[in-house]
Structure formats: structure tokens, C-alpha cells
């Protein structure tokens, strides 16, 4: 009905964004809305509840289509697989009424000005705008361009971070019918018991939400009311608080240790900043100004580097804030509220992006299909009601009986148990989830990235030593363990000044890498002030200066003017400084390669690949440094980044060793034993990549590597791409190194046996992904080592991987790479904080052995939530059987014995069965990602019908007795009268059905064998190896199975009369009983057998594929047979053109994100 809009009834709204939706307008008509009440009244709240889990129904049956300008309701419809609905109506704002809030007054410029984009949203003279609240975000109607859009100023609300407890009500409102239904069927005792259950249940959810609540409130809690300085035009500089302010505010910054209450871009001076919630990363960011410039280009596009690196984001800590010739720090307030960056970190916790887990959709379609089951079972009991005469509302009240038995209401909740469980594992772990439905996500994980520095090596890094050089060449190494100091010249300043270290509270703050190069000069750190001051600099300026115990220099210190801090994507940072008294400078520090080619080629010396090589083969961390003389006639923060970037001299390399961290190479066999691939994405030089893959075990000693270098297209050729085979050579010591890697140049044929992996940089996968698409898949199929990868290029990188059909996991501490970490299926921060926008897990401890106890935990969530599904689904399935045989003799089962079975066996199982914990290790297959599985179907089916048979044949026998047809006289003539008195005494009026009691001996063993039966399928389903740790290590639920089995035995053989009356059981032979016991057994037996020996039985279903010749459908399955089989795979020492037939963009391919065809076993 949603679909059929005429132009300027449908839009799109966060056009491109992560939450696109489409947004149709409708109109609320009286007489449509006056039926809708009507039906709601008559059915008794159904229908209500029916829209409120059908928004869409609910709009189109009190709603017509119509424009977006006239609409007073509108649908919203996400684009992504889910096409999910929600409802929102549309409001008017009075721009009046927030006269006194946010300072509006008639004659306000944004009203007066037309050139105001606001204008347009503002309906006049009543000065009134239109609109819709989506998601915490205020979406206003833009009269020119027709749509709702985030262009609200005065409009977009107090600037706080809200976070609401659902009403009780809503979670109350779930467990209505089924409670009515048995109230009605004066099931007192079951309705009472639920009731109560439900009010226990609603409790803890509410104490749950209460905590997470509580948790988001300390989050948002430290800058929802601070006091903040706000510049005005006629007021100057007044004290303010967060909650008033609007996006083009002008914020004054004042003082050290500032929580930042909004996003804001800074204008002037400078600030460094602690972004841990935004980033997971804990290092202090310094911030620059925005340029000034004359064009009318979007800021965002003005500057080369990422506009980022100008805003300062909500949440964020102002460690420090510098002011430049003004003296004062000002930034202009971007957004407010949930629009902020810390906002959308509340946003993705309170409505997380659902997840197309197959999973999901498998147990809906179950759920379905027991409905279905339900359905045939109300049919039944109609007609055995109605031939038997029944009255009308008995026979309506039986049949609806039937649905809440056929269809478990404990289902969704029973599949939730595990992940909980493993949450709290996880926690102790020191991994923390913000979005605990992707634990189940981790069970799948068959491919995982990593970040190299930080992550897989360690943080902090050893300065080795520098390679100084001159017009003729390198120089020596100059070694820092040695003692000797470095003599004076301008690579020395460089390694004093080029940084973005910073004071506080005397103690020296920032990149490690920046900190250890600036510790090997010895200098030291100070603020000018008013003991000296440098003309034309700011007297807050950074100085710094030889100690006193530091050898002879030519100068007093260096102050630092200004800072370009450095970038992932331009790979470099500058500084402009000044010698005290002396000349201006510039200094370079970034990637050799980048500082290289913004030198004077004559300045860079011809054997630097060579040298640079030496020293990147074997892990170490070099950095390139260049300087040149700056001849100043204007203020430093007048000059632009190209124009000090530019005709650099080039003054030698830093070596700084990096070391694997202890944890890294264990970590990584146990995935790539368990053949979980792992993958490297970096930002550092490809030669160090892959000597970090080899030490590692990322890439073993047998495997080959293969180098991938692709070209742009130039004015001579067109893009080409080659491959090369990097061959691993021991050479003659050179300088106390022990090997390094270069180019094979002539190739064997038998190079192509055995495994290889592929090697790349940023700028080659860009080349590729342009002008080599057919071939991308091919290199990603055995792609290992990508490097010199920018933030968006390895976000890139993941989403082809996902597009291959991998479940792909990502593992980085936060800083550069954010966008992939959110990207990846499952993204883990290596981060101090519990909860930042960068990631849905964040592990506290600083090295990747949280990945594979991730997976094992995700592993035996997704187990567990299949073992609670199978358990669920017998359970009712037990139920149903039971009853729909009693039907047949129109009796049934009472309510004290349906609250045995779903209250002492049933509840206290599922509550149970999911404390196993993961096992230890890894195996190399993971666990069905589906429900609607062979093995599991099988499992399903082969069990019901086994409790099937078992009733039938008791239900049967029993009526063969030779007792049975003597009514009550038997070996338990006295008690079973006894029993019948009771039962039929006026005190119990209740337990009279229309044709007799419920006390019969078909009711005593349907009921004995189905409750039992429950307690056999638990210790059945309840799966141990090679995913979860043995069922006997769950001491909790073998001593609750130990007890319900005793109490049922015990029931069962004791001859109680009371507690026979209280259960409605009547007394049966001793031989009976022993026979019900051998159903029992044999059940067991052979439901145990059929589990271990068909169902569990890896082997045997490995050969049923192959004989069926199934091959699975991912296309990285696809993928790894089509190149398996191609004898020119890989092409080696070869160069390939775009222009050449076979390289084209001839092969696309694409598979929806977060789905796998495979069917693992």
C-alpha cells in the first residue's frame, strides 16, 4: 500500500547517509480514524495492539496519501534490507514562544535576512515552522525545496543529551492476551503465576534499562549543564549555559581541562584535545584553526587534510586551549544536542542498526511456522468440540487455548539468554559491547583485520637511531644506544621541534612516537612568557630549548609558530618555527616516500629506495625529515600549508623500532588454526608490513609473497597494474641487521605450488578498485598485506571483503581507524574506554587476544541460542501433542500440572542451560548460522515426532489395560476412590469440565510422559564440545535436571493421595509406572543416538554434500574453486594495461552486506 506515490508525496530523508529513509506524506481523515476507534473498542485493545506492532497498518487504515506540504502524518520506511516502518506526526513549531530560551526577537536577523537558508522553513507572519522528530533529531519542512531537512537553527532544540526509560506499560502491555485468555478459562493459578513471573520479568528489565540508562547518563552527563562563554555582537562576552546554545553561536575557550558541550569548529588559536570517547584512543589531538580564505568553497572541502582535524567534537576533553594574536580561543557552535558526535554515540546505543543476521529471520519464520501448526490444531479442536457438543464460548476458549501452547511466548526472550550470558563473560574479559545482538555475530567470524601499530605491535617505540644525509649521500648510522650525542644542524632541530608534543602541569604529553624523538635531543619543553618573547609570535608560544646539562648549541631554543599536525591521509605533518634571534624555519616529519617528493629531487639521495628498503625489511618504523628557510614578511598563520610544503631539503631518516607485542603471534595461530583468515591494514610501509605478516606467523616461512603494484593512468600510458615475487635473502650482516627482502627476478615454475598471499599499498588498491574492478576480487581472495592505507581506504577495503561474502571483523585501537571498525560486521577498539562511537565492542586490554576470545564466546552464544530455540520449539511441540490427544477424550490438562511444566521444569531449564561457558579452543569450522538447516531441521523434526510416537503409544496402551476398563478398581482401589471424592466434592468446582473430570488415567500419562520428556530433551539438546564446555561443567543445570527428575520419579511412584488430588493424577499399577519409565528410557535412548550419531556427526554430513555435490554458495567459496582451477593464477612477474581486453571492468559482483549462503556445519 506504501508504494504507489505520486511526485511530491515521497522523499528521501538522510539522503546517502547510514539512515536513509524514505518518507511518504499522508493526511489523518475523521471518518477513517472514527472506524479505527470503533474497531479497537469492539476487539477489545487487539487491534491497537496490532497497529502498534504494524505502524504501517496503523497509517493506512486512519490515513490517505497526500503531499508532504499538507501532511499531517508521516511514514517512514528505512532502505536497507529490513524495510523497517515507523510513524511520526508532523508539528508546528512557534518560533514566538522560544523567544525567551534562544533570544528571538521579531526584527532577529535570521528572520529579516532572506538569504537565511532558515527563511525557508519559516511560515509567515506567524513565524510557525513544520516539523517531524525522527531518531532524537528535529527534522524541519523546507518550503522551496519541498522536503524535511536538518536546517532547523533556532529550531534544533536545547542543546542536551536526553536518555528515557521505557514506560512499564509498553513491556506489560506483551503478556496481555495470553493472560486474559487464562484468567477466562479460570486457569487462576497459571494466570497468577505468569502474572507474577511477568511482573519478576518486567522488574529486571526495568532494572536493566534503569542501569543502562543510568550508565548513558554518566556518559552525557558532564556537559549537559556547564557553564560557557558566548560572544555577541551587542552583549560581548557573556556566561551562558550549554543547554541555550544554537548552532553560530561564537564560543569563547578559556583555561585547561574544558568537557566540550556541543561540536564547534575552531576559528582561532589553537586547542589540544583529548577525543578517547570519539576515537578510543587516548592520545592528545591538537587542533588548528580553520583557514582563512576568500572563496566561497564549503569549509569542509577548503583544506587538503581531513576537516576533522578543525572541529572540536562534543564529549571531548579541551586538555589544553592556546589563543593566537587575539589572545582568546573562539569556535563557532556546529551542532547541538543528538546531531552532535556524542549524540550519535547515544543514537547507535538507543537505536541500534539491526542486524540481517540470518539467525533472526530463521526464528521468525519458525515462530511462523508453529503458528501454522497452531492453526491445524485449532481446526482439530473445533470439530472434536463441536461433534461432542460443547457450548460455543468452551469450544472458542479450547481453541484459542491451543495457540499459546503451539507457539512458546518465552521464544524471543529464551534466544536473548545466551547473549546475556556471554556479555557478562565478556565483561570480566575486560570487553565491553554496546550492541550485544552482534555477539552471535562473532560466532560467524571467518575473516579478521588488523591494524599494525598499536595493535599488533607495541605502542610505545624504541628510537634506534638516525641516518643523517647530504648532497653526497647517506651518512653513517647514528646509533643512540651508543651514548654519543648527535651533532647540531638542522636535523637535530628537526628532531627538537617537528612534533606536536605539549606541556601540562610540567609534564611532557602526546604521540609516543613524537615523545621518544623528542627525549633522544635531551631538550626541554617551556611556554614563553614574559622572561622572553619572540616578535611576532604569540606569547603563548611553545619553546624549545637545550638543558642545562645538554652539549654546546649554536642557539638559546626554537619556538614553535605553527603546527600542520599530522594527518593518516596526507601521511605527513609541519611545523613553522623560529630560532631564538635567528632564522624562520619549516620542518617536514611523515612517510619517507611522502617527505621525498616534497623535497628538491637533488636534495634526495639516489640510493634512498635502497637504504629505506634496508631498514623497512626489517620492521623498523622510519620517518623521513626535510626542513627549508622561510622568508617571512607576514604572519605565520597567514601563510598556506602548500606554500611552506614546497622546494624542502631533505635531511635523513629516523629509525625507531617497533616490536611485536608477546600476545600477537599466539593469538594469531590459534585463527589461522582455527582457518579464520587474518588480514593486515595499515598505514605504515609496505616493506614493514610484511616483515611484521612473517614475524607474526601472518605469513609463514613456506608461503610466498607476491607484490602488487598498480599505476594511474599518465599522458604516455594507461593504468597498469604488475606482480612481483618478494623473495625473503639472508645477507652478509650489514650494520647488525640479519636479512632484508627484495625482488626475485627470474621465477621456477613451481613458484605456484603451495600457498602465497598478496601485497599492496593504499594507492594500488585505488588504482585497482578505479580501472581493475574484475580483478579485485581475484587479489582479495588471497590479498594478506595492505599498507600505506588511508582511513577511508581501509573502510573500503572491508566493505569489498563483505561483499565476498566473508563475516568480517576488524581489530584496531581506534585512532585512524573508525570507519572501519563500524564497517566490519564486528568492530573491537583497543581502547581504555567502556563505550566509544568508534566500535560495538571495545577491549581493555591493549593487545589482540581479545579477537579469539571473542569468537569462542560468539561461538557459544549462537550455540546456545540454537540449543534454547530446539529446546523451546519441543517443548510446546510436547505440549501440544499432549494436549490435542487429551482433546480427543475432550479433556485436558489442569492447571496445577500445565504450572508443573512451565514453571518447575520448563522455566528454571531455560534459565539454566545457557551458563556454559565457550570452549577453550578454536576449531577449525564454525557453527550453523542458520536455523533452517538441515542438521537442525532434522534434529527438530526426528524429536517430535519421536515424543509423538511416544504419546500415541501411551495414550493408546494405556486404553488396552485390563484395569482401565474396571474404572477405578485396582491394585489402588481405596486411594483412587479417595482421589474421586475429592475430586468431585463441591469444594472444587472448578475442576469439573462439561463431560467429566480431568482426572483420568489417559490425563496421568500424557502428562507423566510429556514432563519427563522435557527434563530427556534438555540433557539431549544441551550441546557441549567443540563450541561450548561440557554439559558437566555446568554444575547449575545437571543439579537442576538431578532434582526435576527425582521430584517427577518421585511423584510417579509415591502414592500421596494429596498431592495425587493437588496434581489431578490418579493411581496406576506399579507395572504401569514401570512401563512409562521404559517409554521414557527407550525415548532417551534412542533421541541420544539419533543427536550424536546423525545429527552430530560432522563426517557424515561432509559426505552427504559430496554425494549430493553441493558446494557452497559464497562467493568467496565461488571464488577460491574458479582460481583453484585457473592455471595462469597467480600471474607473476608480469605487467598488465587497462586498456588490454582481459583487464577491463568486465566482472561486478555484489552480495548484500551482513548475509552468508554457506550452510557450515
Same mark, same amino acid.
Given at each position: 500500500?506504501?508504494?504507489?506515490?505520486?511526485?511530491?508525496?515521497?522523499?528521501?530523508?538522510?539522503?546517502?547517509?547510514?539512515?536513509?529513509?524514505?518518507?511518504?506524506?499522508?493526511?489523518?481523515?475523521?471518518?477513517?480514524?472514527?472506524?479505527?476507534?470503533?474497531?479497537?473498542?469492539?476487539?477489545?485493545?487487539?487491534?491497537?495492539?496490532?497497529?502498534?506492532?504494524?505502524?504501517?497498518?496503523?497509517?493506512?487504515?486512519?490515513?490517505?496519501?497526500?503531499?508532504?506540504?499538507?501532511?499531517?502524518?508521516?511514514?517512514?520506511?528505512?532502505?536497507?534490507?529490513?524495510?523497517?516502518?515507523?510513524?511520526?506526526?508532523?508539528?508546528?513549531?512557534?518560533?514566538?514562544?522560544?523567544?525567551?530560551?534562544?533570544?528571538?526577537?521579531?526584527?532577529?536577523?535570521?528572520?529579516?535576512?532572506?538569504?537565511?537558508?532558515?527563511?525557508?522553513?519559516?511560515?509567515?507572519?506567524?513565524?510557525?515552522?513544520?516539523?517531524?522528530?525522527?531518531?532524537?533529531?528535529?527534522?524541519?519542512?523546507?518550503?522551496?525545496?519541498?522536503?524535511?531537512?536538518?536546517?532547523?537553527?533556532?529550531?534544533?532544540?536545547?542543546?542536551?543529551?536526553?536518555?528515557?526509560?521505557?514506560?512499564?506499560?509498553?513491556?506489560?502491555?506483551?503478556?496481555?492476551?495470553?493472560?486474559?485468555?487464562?484468567?477466562?478459562?479460570?486457569?487462576?493459578?497459571?494466570?497468577?503465576?505468569?502474572?507474577?513471573?511477568?511482573?519478576?520479568?518486567?522488574?529486571?528489565?526495568?532494572?536493566?534499562?534503569?542501569?543502562?540508562?543510568?550508565?548513558?547518563?554518566?556518559?552525557?552527563?558532564?556537559?549537559?549543564?556547564?557553564?560557557?562563554?558566548?560572544?555577541?555582537?551587542?552583549?560581548?562576552?557573556?556566561?551562558?549555559?550549554?543547554?541555550?546554545?544554537?548552532?553560530?553561536?561564537?564560543?569563547?575557550?578559556?583555561?585547561?581541562?574544558?568537557?566540550?558541550?556541543?561540536? %564547534?569548529?575552531?576559528?582561532?588559536?589553537?586547542?589540544?584535545?583529548? +577525543?578517547?570517547?570519539?576515537?578510543?584512543?587516548?592520545?592528545?589531538?591538537?587542533?588548528?584553526?580553520?583557514?582563512?580564505?576568500?572563496?566561497?568553497?564549503?569549509? /569542509?572541502?577548503?583544506?587538503?587534510?581531513?576537516?576533522?582535524?578543525?572541529?572540536?567534537?562534543?564529549?571531548?576533553?579541551?586538555?589544553?586551549?592556546?589563543?593566537?594574536?587575539?589572545?582568546?580561543?573562539?569556535?563557532?557552535?556546529?551542532?547541538?544536542?543528538?546531531?552532535?558526535?556524542?549524540?550519535?554515540?547515544?543514537?547507535?546505543?538507543?537505536?541500534?542498526?539491526?542486524?540481517?543476521?540470518?539467525?533472526?529471520?530463521?526464528?521468525?519464520?519458525?515462530?511462523?511456522?508453529?503458528?501454522?501448526?497452531?492453526?491445524?490444531?485449532?481446526?482439530?479442536?473445533?470439530?472434536?468440540?463441536?461433534?461432542?457438543?460443547?457450548?460455543?464460548?468452551?469450544?472458542?476458549?479450547?481453541?484459542?487455548?491451543?495457540?499459546?501452547?503451539?507457539? *512458546?511466548?518465552?521464544?524471543?526472550?529464551?534466544?536473548?539468554?545466551?547473549?546475556?550470558?556471554?556479555?557478562?563473560?565478556?565483561?570480566?574479559?575486560?570487553?565491553?559491547?554496546?550492541?550485544?545482538?552482534?555477539?552471535?555475530?562473532?560466532?560467524?567470524?571467518?575473516?579478521?583485520?588488523?591494524?599494525?601499530?598499536?595493535?599488533?605491535?607495541?605502542?610505545?617505540?624504541?628510537?634506534?637511531?638516525?641516518?643523517?644525509?647530504?648532497?653526497?649521500?647517506?651518512?653513517?648510522?647514528?646509533?643512540?644506544?651508543?651514548?654519543?650525542?648527535?651533532?647540531?644542524?638542522?636535523?637535530?632541530?628537526?628532531?627538537?621541534?617537528?612534533?606536536?608534543?605539549?606541556?601540562?602541569?610540567?609534564?611532557?604529553?602526546?604521540?609516543?612516537?613524537?615523545?621518544?624523538?623528542?627525549?633522544?635531543?635531551?631538550?626541554?619543553?617551556?611556554?614563553?612568557?614574559?622572561?622572553?618573547?619572540?616578535?611576532?609570535?604569540?606569547?603563548?608560544?611553545?619553546?624549545?630549548?637545550?638543558?642545562?646539562?645538554?652539549?654546546?648549541?649554536?642557539?638559546?631554543?626554537?619556538?614553535?609558530?605553527?603546527?600542520?599536525?599530522?594527518?593518516?591521509?596526507?601521511?605527513?605533518?609541519?611545523?613553522?618555527?623560529?630560532?631564538?634571534?635567528?632564522?624562520?624555519?619549516?620542518?617536514?616529519?611523515? %612517510?619517507?616516500?611522502?617527505?621525498?617528493?616534497?623535497?628538491?629531487?637533488?636534495?634526495?639521495?639516489?640510493?634512498?629506495?635502497?637504504?629505506?628498503?634496508?631498514?623497512?625489511?626489517?620492521?623498523?618504523?622510519?620517518?623521513?625529515?626535510?626542513?627549508?628557510?622561510?622568508?617571512?614578511?607576514?604572519?605565520?598563520?597567514?601563510?598556506?600549508?602548500?606554500?611552506?610544503?614546497?622546494?624542502?631539503?631533505?635531511?635523513?631518516?629516523?629509525?625507531?623500532?617497533?616490536?611485536?607485542?608477546?600476545?600477537?603471534?599466539?593469538?594469531?595461530?590459534?585463527?589461522?588454526?582455527?582457518?579464520?583468515?587474518?588480514?593486515?591494514?595499515?598505514?605504515?610501509?609496505?616493506?614493514?608490513?610484511?616483515?611484521?605478516?612473517?614475524?607474526?606467523?601472518?605469513?609463514?616461512?613456506?608461503?610466498?609473497?607476491?607484490?602488487?603494484?598498480?599505476?594511474?593512468?599518465? +599522458?604516455?600510458?594507461?593504468?597498469?597494474?604488475?606482480?612481483?615475487?618478494?623473495?625473503?635473502?639472508?645477507?652478509?650482516?650489514?650494520?647488525?641487521?640479519?636479512?632484508?627482502?627484495?625482488?626475485?627476478?627470474?621465477?621456477?615454475?613451481?613458484?605456484?605450488?603451495?600457498?602465497?598471499?598478496?601485497?599492496?599499498?593504499?594507492?594500488?588498491?585505488?588504482?585497482?578498485?578505479?580501472?581493475?574492478?574484475?580483478?579485485?576480487?581475484?587479489?582479495?581472495?588471497?590479498?594478506?598485506?595492505?599498507?600505506?592505507?588511508?582511513?577511508?581506504?581501509?573502510?573500503?577495503?572491508?566493505?569489498?571483503?563483505?561483499?565476498?561474502?566473508?563475516?568480517?571483523?576488524?581489530?584496531?585501537?581506534?585512532?585512524?581507524?573508525?570507519?572501519?571498525?563500524?564497517?566490519?560486521?564486528?568492530?573491537?577498539?583497543?581502547?581504555?574506554?567502556?563505550?566509544?562511537?568508534?566500535?560495538?565492542?571495545?577491549?581493555?586490554?591493549?593487545?589482540?587476544?581479545?579477537?579469539?576470545?571473542?569468537?569462542?564466546?560468539?561461538?557459544?552464544?549462537?550455540?546456545?541460542?540454537?540449543?534454547?530455540?530446539?529446546?523451546?520449539?519441543?517443548?510446546?511441540?510436547?505440549?501440544?501433542?499432549?494436549?490435542?490427544?487429551?482433546?480427543?477424550?475432550?479433556?485436558?490438562?489442569?492447571?496445577?500440572?500445565?504450572?508443573?511444566?512451565?514453571? %518447575?521444569?520448563?522455566?528454571?531449564?531455560?534459565?539454566?542451560?545457557?551458563?556454559?561457558?565457550?570452549?577453550?579452543?578454536?576449531?577449525?569450522?564454525?557453527?550453523?548460522?542458520?536455523?533452517?538447516? *538441515?542438521?537442525?531441521?532434522?534434529?527438530?523434526?526426528?524429536?517430535?515426532?519421536?515424543?509423538?510416537?511416544?504419546?500415541?503409544?501411551?495414550?493408546?496402551?494405556?486404553?488396552?489395560?485390563?484395569?482401565?476398563?474396571?474404572?477405578?478398581?485396582?491394585?489402588?482401589?481405596?486411594?483412587?476412590?479417595?482421589?474421586?471424592?475429592?475430586?468431585?466434592?463441591?469444594?472444587?468446582?472448578? /475442576?469439573?469440565?462439561?463431560?467429566?473430570?480431568?482426572?483420568?488415567?489417559?490425563?496421568?500419562?500424557?502428562?507423566?510422559?510429556?514432563?519427563?520428556?522435557?527434563?530427556?530433551?534438555?540433557?539431549?539438546?544441551?550441546?557441549?564440545?567443540?563450541?561450548?564446555?561440557?554439559?558437566?561443567?555446568?554444575?547449575?543445570?545437571?543439579?537442576?535436571?538431578?532434582?526435576?527428575?527425582?521430584?517427577?520419579?518421585?511423584?510417579?511412584?509415591?502414592?500421596?493421595?494429596?498431592?495425587?488430588?493437588?496434581?489431578?493424577?490418579?493411581?496406576?499399577?506399579?507395572?504401569?509406572?514401570?512401563?512409562?519409565?521404559?517409554?521414557?528410557?527407550?525415548?532417551?535412548?534412542?533421541?541420544?543416538?539419533?543427536?550424536?550419531?546423525?545429527?552430530?556427526?560432522?563426517?557424515?554430513?561432509?559426505?552427504? /554434500?559430496?554425494?549430493?555435490?553441493?558446494?557452497?554458495?559464497?562467493?568467496?567459496?565461488?571464488?577460491?574453486?574458479?582460481?583453484?582451477?585457473?592455471?595462469?593464477?597467480?600471474?607473476?612477474?608480469?605487467?598488465?594495461?587497462?586498456?588490454?581486453?582481459?583487464?577491463?571492468?568486465?566482472?561486478?559482483?555484489?552480495?548484500?552486506?551482513?548475509?552468508?549462503?554457506?550452510?557450515?556445519?
Amino acid at each position: 500500500m506504501g508504494d504507489h506515490f505520486e511526485k511530491g508525496q515521497q522523499a528521501l530523508l538522510n539522503e546517502g547517509e547510514e539512515n536513509e529513509m524514505e518518507i511518504f506524506g499522508y493526511r489523518t481523515q475523521s471518518c477513517r480514524k472514527t472506524l479505527c476507534l470503533a474497531g479497537s473498542i469492539f476487539s477489545f485493545g487487539i487491534l491497537p495492539l496490532v497497529f502498534y506492532w504494524r505502524p504501517a497498518w496503523h497509517v493506512w487504515a486512519n490515513c490517505i496519501p497526500c503531499s508532504l506540504q499538507e501532511a499531517d502524518v508521516v511514514l517512514l520506511r528505512t532502505t536497507d534490507e529490513f524495510q523497517t516502518y515507523a510513524w511520526k506526526k508532523v508539528v508546528w513549531i512557534c518560533l514566538s514562544a522560544l523567544n525567551s530560551a534562544f533570544r528571538l526577537i521579531p526584527d532577529h536577523p535570521l528572520i529579516t535576512d532572506e538569504e537565511y537558508i532558515i527563511n525557508r522553513a519559516i511560515r509567515k507572519p506567524d513565524l510557525k515552522v513544520r516539523c517531524i522528530k525522527v531518531q532524537k533529531i528535529r527534522y524541519v519542512w523546507n518550503n522551496l525545496e519541498g522536503q524535511f531537512q536538518k536546517i532547523g537553527r533556532l529550531i534544533c532544540g536545547p542543546n542536551t543529551i536526553d536518555v528515557e526509560i521505557t514506560p512499564i506499560w509498553k513491556l506489560l502491555i506483551k503478556e496481555l492476551f495470553s493472560v486474559c485468555l487464562w484468567f477466562s478459562e479460570d486457569y487462576k493459578e497459571y494466570a497468577f503465576a505468569i502474572v507474577i513471573m511477568s511482573i519478576i520479568s518486567i522488574a529486571l528489565t526495568v532494572y536493566d534499562l534503569r542501569e543502562q540508562s543510568v550508565k548513558l547518563h554518566h556518559l552525557v552527563e558532564s556537559h549537559n549543564s556547564i557553564t560557557v562563554s558566548v560572544c555577541e555582537k551587542k552583549a560581548g562576552v557573556q556566561e551562558l549555559e550549554s543547554r541555550f546554545l544554537v548552532p553560530g553561536d561564537l564560543l569563547i575557550l578559556t583555561g585547561n581541562k574544558v568537557q566540550m558541550p556541543c561540536d %564547534a569548529i575552531l576559528i582561532d588559536g589553537s586547542c589540544v584535545v583529548d +577525543e578517547g570517547m570519539l576515537t578510543g584512543e587516548s592520545i592528545p589531538v591538537t587542533k588548528t584553526p580553520l583557514p582563512k580564505m576568500d572563496s566561497s568553497v564549503p569549509w /569542509k572541502t577548503q583544506s587538503e587534510a581531513d576537516y576533522k582535524r578543525h572541529v572540536l567534537f562534543c564529549g571531548t576533553e579541551v586538555i589544553q586551549a592556546r589563543g593566537a594574536c587575539s589572545g582568546t580561543v573562539k569556535a563557532v557552535v556546529l551542532q547541538t544536542g543528538f546531531n552532535t558526535a556524542k549524540g550519535d554515540l547515544v543514537r547507535s546505543i538507543l537505536y541500534p542498526k539491526p542486524m540481517n543476521f540470518k539467525l533472526y529471520r530463521d526464528a521468525i519464520r519458525f515462530l511462523l511456522c508453529l503458528v501454522g501448526t497452531a492453526t491445524i490444531g485449532m481446526i482439530y479442536t473445533l470439530c472434536v468440540y463441536v461433534l461432542s457438543g460443547e457450548p460455543p464460548e468452551e469450544v472458542v476458549k479450547k481453541a484459542l487455548d491451543v495457540i499459546t501452547i503451539a507457539v *512458546p511466548p518465552a521464544l524471543p526472550a529464551a534466544l536473548t539468554t545466551g547473549i546475556i550470558y556471554a556479555q557478562r563473560r565478556l565483561k570480566k574479559r575486560g570487553i565491553f559491547c554496546i550492541s550485544p545482538q552482534r555477539i552471535n555475530v562473532c560466532g560467524q567470524l571467518n575473516l579478521v583485520c588488523f591494524d599494525k601499530t598499536g595493535t599488533l605491535t607495541r605502542d610505545g617505540l624504541d628510537l634506534w637511531g638516525v641516518v643523517p644525509c647530504d648532497r653526497s649521500g647517506f651518512q653513517e648510522v647514528h646509533s643512540f644506544a651508543s651514548g654519543k650525542a648527535l651533532p647540531w644542524g638542522p636535523l637535530y632541530a628537526a628532531m627538537a621541534s617537528c612534533h606536536s608534543l605539549i606541556l601540562l602541569d610540567g609534564t611532557i604529553h602526546g604521540d609516543p612516537l613524537d615523545l621518544k624523538m623528542f627525549e633522544a635531543t635531551t631538550w626541554e619543553m617551556v611556554v614563553s612568557g614574559h622572561d622572553f618573547h619572540i616578535k611576532g609570535a604569540p606569547a603563548c608560544a611553545m619553546v624549545v630549548k637545550p638543558c642545562k646539562t645538554a652539549s654546546q648549541v649554536p642557539v638559546e631554543g626554537i619556538a614553535i609558530l605553527h603546527q600542520f599536525p599530522f594527518s593518516s591521509a596526507l601521511q605527513r605533518m609541519t611545523v613553522i618555527v623560529q630560532e631564538m634571534g635567528g632564522d624562520w624555519l619549516a620542518f617536514m616529519k611523515g %612517510a619517507p616516500e611522502r617527505v621525498a617528493s616534497f623535497c628538491q629531487p637533488e636534495t634526495v639521495p639516489t640510493s634512498f629506495v635502497s637504504e629505506l628498503q634496508i631498514y623497512t625489511t626489517q620492521g623498523f618504523r622510519v620517518i623521513g625529515l626535510a626542513y627549508k628557510k622561510l622568508e617571512m614578511d607576514h604572519h605565520t598563520t597567514a601563510l598556506m600549508r602548500d606554500q611552506v610544503e614546497s622546494d624542502l631539503i631533505f635531511l635523513g631518516l629516523l629509525i625507531l623500532e617497533n616490536r611485536l607485542k608477546e600476545e600477537t603471534k599466539p593469538a594469531l595461530e590459534e585463527l589461522i588454526s582455527a582457518r579464520i583468515r587474518t588480514v593486515m591494514i595499515t598505514g605504515d610501509n609496505l616493506q614493514t608490513a610484511i616483515t611484521v605478516a612473517r614475524k607474526s606467523g601472518m605469513v609463514s616461512e613456506s608461503q610466498k609473497v607476491i607484490l602488487i603494484e598498480a599505476n594511474e593512468t599518465t +599522458e604516455s600510458s594507461s593504468a597498469s597494474i604488475s606482480w612481483q615475487l618478494v623473495e625473503e635473502k639472508k645477507h652478509i650482516a650489514y650494520r647488525n641487521q640479519d636479512n632484508y627482502i627484495n625482488i626475485r627476478e627470474e621465477v621456477s615454475d613451481n613458484s605456484r605450488e603451495g600457498s602465497y598471499h598478496f601485497a599492496l599499498s593504499g594507492k594500488s588498491f585505488q588504482v585497482i578498485s578505479q580501472h581493475f574492478s574484475s580483478l579485485l576480487p581475484k587479489i582479495l581472495i588471497n590479498g594478506t598485506i595492505f599498507a600505506r592505507m588511508s582511513p577511508g581506504q581501509k573502510s573500503s577495503l572491508v566493505e569489498e571483503f563483505q561483499k565476498l561474502d566473508y563475516f568480517v571483523g576488524m581489530c584496531g585501537d581506534g585512532a585512524n581507524d573508525c570507519g572501519a571498525l563500524k564497517m566490519a560486521h564486528v568492530g573491537i577498539s583497543l581502547s581504555e574506554q567502556e563505550a566509544s562511537v568508534a566500535s560495538p565492542f571495545t577491549s581493555k586490554t591493549p593487545n589482540i587476544e581479545c579477537v579469539p576470545h571473542l569468537i569462542k564466546e560468539g561461538r557459544a552464544a549462537l550455540v546456545t541460542s540454537f540449543c534454547m530455540f530446539k529446546y523451546m520449539a519441543l517443548y510446546s511441540m510436547i505440549q501440544y501433542v499432549g494436549v490435542l490427544l487429551l482433546y480427543w477424550e475432550t479433556n485436558s490438562l489442569s492447571n496445577y500440572q500445565f504450572l508443573f511444566q512451565d514453571l %518447575a521444569i520448563t522455566t528454571l531449564i531455560g534459565v539454566t542451560m545457557n551458563l556454559n561457558g565457550a570452549y577453550p579452543k578454536l576449531v577449525p569450522f564454525r557453527p550453523a548460522g542458520r536455523l533452517i538447516s *538441515p542438521p537442525l531441521l532434522l534434529s527438530v523434526i526426528l524429536n517430535i515426532l519421536l515424543s509423538l510416537a511416544m504419546h500415541i503409544v501411551g495414550f493408546i496402551l494405556v486404553q488396552r489395560q485390563p484395569w482401565y476398563s474396571m474404572g477405578m478398581h485396582s491394585t489402588c482401589t481405596v486411594q483412587n476412590e479417595t482421589i474421586s471424592k475429592l475430586t468431585i466434592s463441591p469444594t472444587a468446582p472448578d /475442576k469439573i469440565g462439561s463431560n467429566g473430570v480431568f482426572t483420568s488415567f489417559e490425563n496421568t500419562t500424557v502428562w507423566f510422559l510429556g514432563t519427563i520428556n522435557c527434563i530427556i530433551v534438555a540433557l539431549v539438546f544441551s550441546k557441549g564440545k567443540p563450541f561450548r564446555q561440557p554439559t558437566y561443567t555446568n554444575y547449575i543445570f545437571v543439579l537442576v535436571l538431578v532434582i526435576q527428575l527425582s521430584v517427577c520419579l518421585f511423584i510417579l511412584f509415591a502414592d500421596i493421595p494429596e498431592l495425587y488430588r493437588r496434581l489431578d493424577l490418579l493411581c496406576t499399577p506399579v507395572l504401569w509406572r514401570v512401563y512409562i519409565v521404559i517409554m521414557l528410557g527407550s525415548n532417551f535412548i534412542v533421541s541420544l543416538a539419533v543427536e550424536e550419531a546423525i545429527i552430530e556427526n560432522r563426517a557424515l554430513w561432509m559426505i552427504i /554434500k559430496r554425494c549430493f555435490g553441493y558446494q557452497s554458495k559464497s562467493q568467496y567459496r565461488i571464488w577460491q574453486r574458479a582460481l583453484a582451477n585457473d592455471p595462469s593464477w597467480p600471474p607473476i612477474n608480469q605487467t598488465s594495461y587497462s586498456d588490454m581486453p582481459a583487464c577491463g571492468r568486465g566482472v561486478s559482483y555484489s552480495n548484500p552486506v551482513f548475509e552468508s549462503n554457506e550452510e557450515q556445519l
